[in-house]
């Protein structure tokens, strides 16, 4: 199998504008992100896929490879999509922009169940962790999952899934970690299929996926990742880098 990293890198954001070319102990954030995913070594080639010249110029200014984006997206799927169209590539890893301390063990996890998959029952595949803290739980910018007996998702929500209506019956919370790997077709069909009522409801682009019958594998771990999405996140991990 051909395995490549795509890392869709958006200028703008809404909490954080510019974030990616914020300084992060003399490299910008989307450099350092790039550079990890490189360093893991899991993958044939890794690209960048931006609407920007500036992370365009970044990236391929210190060897990188970038792809611009022709069109505007509503998700990073779509972008991601557009770019690998005509690329001769099996499976897609989906690299958030905003995490410069990426690492092999996670990207290894959610690569591994490929492997075996050789009837192509798994359209993608992604991670999840437990979480038993009542406030991560009920947080709605933690995203949920619910899955079946052989781990691939049924639901995503924000929302408390399932609802304790019952206590005391085992029941496990997880919540999504939004580490993607995708084989191509799954891409291309996502990219070609229409935003319906429930990925507009939440706002969650996985949903798309299970609302057209894809199969998303999920993958436990205790992986945590260290996104950027605030000022005080950029000083803590400016902070964390000064440490290592």
């Known amino acids: 199998m051909k395995i490549i990293a795509v890392i869709p890198a958006r200028y703008a954001s809404t909490r954080f504008p510019a974030k990616l070319m914020q300084d992060?102990?003399?490299?910008?954030?989307?450099?350092?992100?790039?550079e990890a995913a490189v360093s893991t070594n899991l993958f044939d080639d890794v690209f960048v896929v931006t609407d920007s010249d500036l992370i365009f110029e970044e990236i391929v200014s210190n060897g990188g490879k970038a792809i611009m984006?022709?069109?505007?997206?509503?998700?990073?799927?779509?972008?991601?999509?557009?770019?690998?169209a005509d690329l001769d590539v099996d499976i897609v890893v989906n690299v958030q922009g905003d995490e410069p301390f990426t690492e092999a063990e996670p990207l290894a996890q959610v690569l591994s169940v490929f492997e075996n998959d050789t009837d192509k029952k798994i359209d993608l595949a992604?991670?999840?962790?437990?979480?038993?803290?009542e406030d991560e739980i009920n947080n709605p910018n933690h995203v949920k999952v619910v899955v079946d007996q052989s781990q691939f998702a049924l639901y995503f929500s924000r929302s408390v899934i399932p609802y304790p209506r019952e206590k005391?019956?085992?029941?496990?919370?997880?919540?999504?970690i939004g580490i993607y790997a995708f084989r191509k077709q799954a891409l291309l069909d996502f990219y070609s299929l229409p935003m319906k009522s429930l990925e507009a409801s939440e706002k969650l682009?996985?949903?798309?996926?299970?609302?057209?019958?894809?199969?998303?594998?999920?993958?436990?771990?205790?992986?945590v990742g260290?996104?950027?999405?605030?000022?005080?996140?950029?000083?803590?991990a400016r902070a964390m880098l000064r440490d290592i």
């Open 168 to 176: 005391n019956v085992g029941v496990r919370y997880f919540q999504h």
């Open 205 to 223: 682009e996985q949903l798309r996926y299970l609302e057209f019958g894809k199969r998303i594998k999920m993958v436990e771990t205790t992986h």
């Open 126 to 133: 992604s991670l999840m962790r437990e979480i038993t803290n």
């Open 24 to 34: 992060l102990g003399g490299k910008t954030v989307i450099l350092r992100t790039y």
């Open 226 to 236: 260290i996104g950027i999405d605030t000022e005080e996140d950029l000083d803590r």
């Open 69 to 84: 984006s022709i069109k505007e997206h509503e998700s990073g799927s779509d972008r991601i999509a557009e770019a690998i």
